[in-house]
Each structure stands twice: as structure tokens, then as C-alpha cells.
């Protein structure tokens, strides 16, 4: 199929901003970096859905450590704005008393979600908790978070694809593409 530049997600027009081959590139090295940092440890990689699970499985692939996976849903938008709210939709399924947490998450923008998600996750007494994001927009940043782990800081822009979406939709492309109209 031949690479389109601009993409209709219901009717708003994206252009694409990041490509496939940049987003691999970036995950390899996040992977080394946390593989090389975790050398030795077992952590828990807590995925947040739904739009970090495309990011979650091409990591989890390129990490070469002992390590388990599980997921959590926390949201926070509606169309291309953020509620402010976070509402907990599923809870965790995995016991991290002592153990090395790394959250996996598409986009921090507010950090509002995070800040939510941290604060439950340190009541469970982890032995550490790092953050991993595919995307980060600092401009955005309402809370102080110690972001460990970014593939890619972007401006203040509404971005869909490679899991990230517009209504539910976009999540399913290879490439990141950027609002327009």
C-alpha cells in the first residue's frame, strides 16, 4: 500500500509528522537504554490503553531483560482536548510490592494522567517507578514529572496514529500524523 501524506480521521485532516522508520529508531534506543539500566532486575511494565499498545509490544520486543507486562486504562480526553479529569476505567492485575516498575505511555501532555497514575502506584509500594513515553509535550506540562524514558518530544499539537486517537479512530497506522484541519 502506497504511503499517503495526509489522512481523514472522521472529518478532521492529519499530515504526517513522524514516520514509521523515525518511531523504530527511537524505540530501539529507549529499549537499550532500559535493558542496560534494568541490567540484572525482573520490572513490571505497566501499559497504558489503549493507546499505548502498539508502542508496549514494539518495546517489549526490543527489551532483553526478564519482565512482565500488564495493563491499566486511565482516561482523560474527549475528541482532541483533555478532560482535566482522570477516570481509572481498569485497575491493575499484578502484584508490584517491591518490585521495579516502568509505565509505558503513548503521549504526556498535561501529565495530568500521570501524576493520577503515580500516586496509585506508590500506595502498592513499588521498589521504583520510571516512566517510558513514546511522545512527550513539555509546553503542555501542568505537574512536575521525572520522565525517565521519552523516544520523542513534540509541540502542542493534536497527533493520531501508531495506537494514538482521534474518537476512537486513527490508532491503526504505522506513522504518526499531525492535525491540520
Not at 28 to 56: H, M, T, W
Not at 122 to 130: E, G, L, R, T, W
Request: proline share 3%; with cysteine; net charge negative.
Amino acid at each position: 500500500m502506497k504511503e499517503h501524506k495526509t489522512i481523514q480521521v472522521k472529518e478532521k485532516t492529519f499530515v504526517i509528522s513522524i514516520p514509521e522508520s523515525e518511531l523504530q529508531e527511537q524505540i530501539k534506543r529507549v529499549a537499550a537504554e532500559i535493558s542496560r539500566d534494568y541490567a540484572g532486575c525482573q520490572p513490571v511494565f505497566l501499559a497504558v490503553l489503549n493507546g499505548s499498545f502498539i508502542f508496549a509490544a514494539d518495546l517489549l520486543r526490543e527489551i532483553d531483560l526478564h519482565c512482565e507486562i500488564s495493563f491499566v486504562k486511565l482516561a482523560s480526553y474527549e475528541g482532541t482536548k483533555t478532560t482535566g479529569s482522570v477516570r481509572e476505567v481498569i485497575g491493575l492485575n499484578v502484584d508490584i510490592t517491591g518490585r521495579p516498575v516502568i509505565i509505558v505511555e503513548d503521549i504526556v501532555d498535561t501529565g495530568l494522567t500521570m501524576a493520577h497514575m503515580l500516586d496509585t502506584l506508590k500506595a502498592q509500594n513499588p521498589a521504583s517507578i520510571d516512566i517510558c513515553t513514546l511522545l512527550l509535550k513539555p509546553s503542555k506540562l501542568q505537574v512536575k514529572l521525572d520522565i525517565r524514558y521519552c523516544c520523542k518530544e513534540i509541540p502542542d499539537d493534536f497527533v493520531v496514529g501508531y495506537g494514538l486517537d482521534y474518537d476512537g479512530f486513527g490508532r491503526n497506522t504505522k506513522d504518526i500524523y499531525t492535525i491540520i484541519k
